[in-house]
């Protein structure tokens, strides 16, 4: 036998081993990985198996609960497609589509939002998964179109610039501005002074407010009392209204696009800001 047919073995012998090494590493990794998501973050690991859960879905982007009747899906679609109906006009197209998951339940919904508080919530993932978690019983159109709007500025911006650069005043601010449960002008001069009465009230005229570097973070805007919260909102509200009126519709399109070309939210947004942006009080 020639001696190259006896030496073609010995050498994938070594590659095998490799080959089947490193698929014993790869599925540790993912199985410690799935084992990390689900006791860290178990709503994302519920949210990435929702298509293997009870709740029905006929195409696979709105899933109802097994305890919502099947007579109260068409109206619970139409809130659905009002809301993205908003998105798709304040962002002049509607790049994202997360999927919806209604929950009928305080059980269900905390399982999906880690949370009890509140009709609606949104997750994003730095794989680009998306998800949108409403509770039937508070859910309506300014709901979803405030989380939706999270959701649209993480579609433009990707997970890594959205959650390290934007300060959570910022995404909460826009996402107000889609959402008419607290101002319900849409006129651009109109809604900010709203939203000013709005803040002069929760902050006593201005002698409680909070400055914008104290809400810059999920856990900043969220700590507190319920005044805490709603001052953080209309803090929000106002300074991203007052953004927008110099040029509601460029300006936010001017941000994203400075954004993915390596501007820093500071410089993105501080290029427009009004001269007087530090004396919000007056």
């Given at each position: 036998?020639?001696?190259?047919?006896?030496?073609?073995?010995?050498?994938?012998?070594?590659?095998?081993?490799?080959?089947?090494?490193?698929?014993?590493?790869?599925?540790?990794?993912?199985?410690?990985?799935?084992?990390?998501?689900?006791f860290?973050?178990?709503?994302?690991?519920?949210?990435?198996?929702?298509?293997?859960?009870?709740f029905?879905?006929?195409?696979?982007?709105?899933?109802?609960s097994?305890?919502?009747?099947?007579?109260e899906?068409?109206?619970?679609?139409?809130?659905?497609?009002?809301?993205?109906?908003?998105?798709?006009?304040?962002y002049?197209?509607?790049?994202?589509?997360?999927?919806?998951?209604?929950?009928?339940?305080?059980q269900?919904?905390?399982?999906?939002?880690?949370?009890?508080?509140?009709?609606?919530?949104?997750i994003?993932?730095?794989?680009g998964?998306?998800?949108?978690?409403?509770?039937?019983?508070?859910?309506?159109?300014?709901?979803?179109?405030?989380?939706?709007?999270?959701?649209?500025?993480?579609?433009?911006?990707?997970?890594?610039?959205?959650a390290?650069?934007?300060?959570?005043?910022?995404?909460?601010?826009?996402?107000?501005m889609l959402?008419?449960?607290?101002i319900?002008?849409?006129d651009?001069?109109?809604?900010?002074r709203?939203?000013?009465?709005?803040w002069?009230?929760?902050?006593?005229?201005?002698?409680?407010?909070?400055?914008?570097?104290e809400?810059?973070?999920?856990?900043?805007?969220?700590?507190?009392?319920?005044?805490?919260?709603?001052?953080?909102?209309?803090?929000?509200?106002m300074?991203v209204?007052?953004?927008?009126?110099?040029?509601?519709?460029?300006?936010?399109?001017?941000?994203?696009?400075?954004m993915?070309?390596g501007?820093?939210?500071?410089?993105?947004?501080?290029?427009?800001?009004?001269?007087?942006?530090k004396?919000?009080?007056?």
């Amino acid at each position: 036998m020639p001696s190259w047919q006896i030496q073609i073995p010995l050498k994938t012998r070594p590659t095998q081993k490799l080959a089947l090494s490193l698929g014993k590493i790869i599925l540790t990794g993912l199985l410690v990985l799935s084992f990390s998501l689900y006791f860290l973050y178990p709503q994302i690991f519920y949210c990435e198996l929702i298509g293997l859960s009870g709740f029905k879905s006929g195409n696979g982007k709105i899933y109802f609960s097994p305890d919502i009747k099947t007579k109260e899906y068409a109206g619970l679609k139409r809130l659905v497609s009002r809301a993205e109906s908003r998105i798709d006009s304040f962002y002049t197209g509607r790049n994202s589509s997360p999927k919806v998951i209604i929950c009928r339940t305080p059980q269900q919904y905390r399982r999906y939002c880690s949370s009890t508080e509140g009709a609606g919530c949104s997750i994003g993932t730095p794989w680009g998964s998306t998800y949108v978690i409403l509770n039937a019983q508070g859910m309506n159109t300014d709901v979803i179109a405030h989380e939706m709007s999270h959701i649209e500025l993480l579609k433009r911006l990707g997970w890594w610039k959205t959650a390290r650069e934007v300060p959570q005043w910022f995404n909460e601010g826009l996402a107000l501005m889609l959402d008419r449960r607290f101002i319900v002008e849409t006129d651009p001069v109109q809604r900010y002074r709203a939203y000013r009465a709005e803040w002069r009230y929760y902050t006593r005229n201005g002698r409680n407010r909070l400055s914008l570097k104290e809400i810059s973070t999920i856990s900043e805007f969220f700590k507190g009392d319920q005044r805490h919260v709603m001052t953080a909102y209309m803090t929000s509200g106002m300074e991203v209204s007052r953004w927008l009126i110099k040029d509601e519709k460029g300006a936010l399109a001017r941000l994203i696009k400075q954004m993915n070309e390596g501007r820093t939210f500071a410089e993105a947004y501080g290029a427009h800001q009004f001269k007087d942006s530090k004396k919000i009080s007056e």
